[in-house]
């Protein structure tokens, strides 16, 4: 979100990662001294220093495969990384909403960055999204409230 000049009062860190890393970052993060919170073949979720949340999300689907083909390069204190574009940080919001109706801050994520980035977004790609979370219709109202 910060990336994308979205700023928010969290201490966490979302990475999304080929799946193909997923044990070479348990690895890491063991190494680092990080406390398991959660580890499937989808996500990870690690506290480092009792202060600082690392969710991983592991790409092995046709959606988020392509999010990672699309990453945009970003740097971030001397290190080079890739940042998914803002269209899908929404599609991602979408699905964390879709699978728990009750993340009410996501919903609030996708209002400001539809605000934020209203003149760059891809609508065909959006589309693809709410069409997948059948909700095309909530896509229409925030296009037209932008």
Known sequence: MA???????????????????AEEVRSLMQTLGCET????SDVANYLLDNTLRLDFLFARRKYTRAMLERAL???VRNVDT?????EDLIGLKLQ???NDPSRIQDEQDIRL??????VTLD?????EYFD??????WLDELLSDT
């Open 82 to 86: 890739h940042m998914v574009r803002g």
């Open 3 to 21: 990336a994308l000049g979205a700023v928010r009062a969290t201490v966490d860190v979302d990475l999304l990662v080929d799946e193909g890393a």
């Open 132 to 137: 997948l979370f059948d909700r095309r219709e």
């Open 37 to 40: 919170l959660q580890a499937t």
């Open 123 to 127: 609508e065909r790609l959006l589309g």
């Open 73 to 75: 390069p970003l740097r």
């Open 96 to 98: 964390a909403m879709h």
């Open 113 to 118: 960055l539809m605000r934020l980035l209203r």
